[in-house]
């Protein structure tokens, strides 16, 4: 089957600017979760979908990060102003439900100047 | 909330020698404990992983054992190959089956490196 998909792979944005990540899960997984990976560190939950309700986004920072999942599929990750301290990688994953394994995407890396 | 902590940070072996990461929760009600590999520029790949009621799970050369009473599990890679080189993520997840769901708490990883 084929494997959560991201784009873009990689984005290069000035600080205050917006910058959107997608995210499409593996075909029948119900539960989407984005995820930050700073550098050498493992990642951290931001926000998680079931379906298309966000049903855990306590760690989303939600003064300038927003997502949505429509028709509770591919996904949506937004950040309006991106600051410097947002340069990361942003991690899609996806499983069957939510007692099931989670498999990555290749991830977003962001870098803000 | 759960903690994890993931040791040694690096870890460096000749191709042929077993390498083995150890990590530590402290959550007790966690019960699900996966196991990731991250190539350079890659994603995260499951590699194995285990549930509270097994205490030890074994693919070919990988395997993960679990203490549930200490709280903390162990990822043993043996007979190791230059492509195992990589870094290593353990993760804990509280209340799968209970209710919960399947909230991964990282530890800070491992990097490996496997010398020819």
């Known amino acids: 089957e084929a494997g959560v998909v991201q784009s873009p792979r990689y984005k290069i944005i000035e600080k205050k600017q917006p910058v959107a990540f997608w995210c499409n899960p593996i075909s029948g997984h119900n539960t989407l979760y984005w995820y930050l990976q700073n550098l050498g560190q493992g990642p951290e939950l931001l926000i998680r979908?079931?379906?298309?309700?966000?049903?855990?986004d306590s760690q989303l920072p939600k003064d300038r990060f927003s997502a949505e999942r429509l028709k509770g599929v591919d996904s949506t990750l937004k950040i309006q102003p991106a600051e410097l301290g947002d340069s990361a990688v942003y991690l899609c994953?996806?499983?069957?439900?939510?007692?099931?394994?989670?498999?990555f995407g290749p991830g977003t890396r962001l870098t803000v100047l | 909330g759960e903690n994890v902590e993931q040791h040694p940070s690096t870890l460096s072996v000749q191709e042929g020698d077993s390498a083995v990461i150890k990590c530590t929760y402290s959550?007790?009600?966690?019960?699900?404990f996966p196991w990731y590999k991250q190539e350079l520029g890659k994603r995260p790949q499951l590699i194995i992983d285990i549930r509270s009621n097994v205490g030890e799970k074994k693919d070919q050369r990988i395997a993960v054992t679990l203490n549930k009473t200490a709280k903390h599990f162990s990822l043993h890679i043996t007979e190791t190959q230059p492509e195992d080189s990589a870094v290593y993520f353990c993760a804990a997840s509280p209340a799968l089956f209970s209710g919960g769901y399947n909230k991964l708490i990282f530890g800070a990883g491992t990097r490996l490196a496997v010398h020819p």
């Open positions: 979908y079931e379906n298309e309700e966000a049903v855990d």
């Open positions: 959550d007790s009600a966690s019960n699900y």
């Open positions: 994953a996806s499983s069957r439900g939510v007692e099931d394994p989670q498999f």
